[in-house]
């Protein structure tokens, strides 16, 4: 869901792919230890962890930040206001 319904929206890594989310099926499947749960996961990654990276924002002792760009194209390739620091406007804590 790449649409703004929120006062903040978090779009980590672009909201596309997710780290821990290149596995094949069958890696799926091994990892869960479940044929139904592997295939979730499979298919359904990416939105599974949200709520794993929504938990990690809050139980970590190294906070995770969010910083306002128009895209991710535009983050990834330097042209958002990087001179901001974490108490900044433009640099929002998760969680």
């Not at 649409?3 to 929206?9: A, L, M, W």
């Not at 939105?47 to 983050?75: K, L, M, Q, W």
Request: glycine letters at 14%; one cysteine or more.
């Amino acid at each position: 869901m790449i649409q703004d319904c929120g006062h903040v929206d978090f779009y980590p890594n672009g909201g596309k792919r997710q780290p821990g989310c290149n596995q094949n099926v069958v890696g799926a499947i091994e990892k869960e230890g479940d044929l139904l749960y592997g295939i979730r996961r499979f298919i359904g990654c990416n939105h599974i962890r949200a709520y794993e990276f929504f938990t990690e924002s809050i139980n970590s002792d190294c906070p995770f930040y969010g910083y306002v760009c128009d895209t991710y194209d535009n983050f990834s390739i330097g042209k958002c206001p990087w001179g901001c620091g974490r108490t900044d406007p433009c640099a929002l804590p998760w969680g």
